[in-house]
């Protein structure tokens, strides 16, 4: 899979560019624990830290990055980002936008009030064919003062613009900077065809494997890493 990303070519050197997802990791993340006290068990337990399919999730595809500093007080947003000429002249100049009230009307994160965002794009994406990409708020990012809306574009054919990342502001007491660099958007490939799905009861053979299997996990930590995880990698180019 190559994902190819485009800009206009004077931002080129000055905008931040999508980066794996496992280098975004939250310092949060990093600080955590690997064990904690259980007061219903009595003993130290493995955290979430220690929990591969919670890392690899937070680890996979790569993330859209804020392009600058946005500074936020109780619910406006500012930024001084001084552009150069551009060669495209319906690109955007500025890091936010806004959709209306009406526009997320009947939805269970509309307030009845408050214009949702969009994190405006200043790259293109384009994926292989019969690919489209699923862009979703990083994951277990709740410390983030907003929830992106998670959508699927199909970036084999939609290549030519900039995809836009709508988002809903989650903090209206926040009062700080949202720093350039921060993560607004996972990004991963799917494929476009639809899977066919296969249901079956368990054969006498499986019956055994699952026993097996939730024996060894039950037993001792760390099976589902040792054994089934697979290995992941990541280019940039």
Same mark, same amino acid.
């Given at each position: ?5 485009? /800009? ?13 997802? $496992? ?7 990093r600080?955590?624990?690997? $064990? ?14 220690? /929990?591969?399919?919670?890392?690899? +999730? ?9 392009? /600058?500093? @946005? ?6 947003? =500012? ?14 100049? *500025?890091p ?5 009230? +009406? ?11 408050? =214009? ?23 994951? %277990? ?12 574009v ?9 995809? %836009?990342?709508?988002? @809903? ?8 900077v949202?720093? $350039? ?5 996972? /990004?991963? *490939?799917?494929p ?5 799905l @296969? ?8 019956? *055994? ?29």
């Open positions: 899979m190559h994902i190819t990303f485009r /800009c206009d070519p004077a931002l080129l050197d000055i905008l931040p560019r999508p980066i794996p997802a $496992k280098q975004a990791l939250p310092d949060w993340l600080a955590m624990p690997p $064990k904690a006290f259980s007061e219903l068990h009595g003993r130290d337990i493995r955290t979430v830290k220690q /929990c591969p399919p919670f890392i690899d +999730a937070m680890s996979h595809g790569f993330m859209v990055l804020l392009p /600058c500093d @946005v500074r936020v007080d109780q619910g406006q947003f =500012s930024w001084d980002w001084d552009l150069p000429p551009l060669t495209v002249q319906a690109h955007p100049r *500025a936010l936008s806004f959709h209306v009230p +009406a526009q997320i009307a009947g939805a269970p994160f509309f307030d009845g009030h408050n =214009s949702a965002l969009k994190f405006n794009s200043f790259w293109t994406i384009a994926l292989e064919p019969g690919w489209s990409l699923f862009a979703t708020h990083p994951v %277990n990012r709740d410390d983030l003062p907003f929830r992106l809306l998670t959508g699927l199909d970036a084999d054919r939609f290549t030519d613009a900039g995809i %836009n990342f709508p988002a @809903v502001w989650t903090a209206p007491d926040f009062s700080g949202l720093a $350039k660099g921060t993560p607004v958007a996972q /990004c991963f *490939a799917v476009r065809a639809a899977p066919e @296969v249901f079956e009861g368990f054969s006498a053979e499986r019956t *055994a494997r699952y026993d097996a299997l939730v024996g060894e996990v039950l037993a001792a930590p760390g099976v589902y890493r040792k054994r089934f995880r697979a290995k992941r990698g990541g280019s940039t180019g």
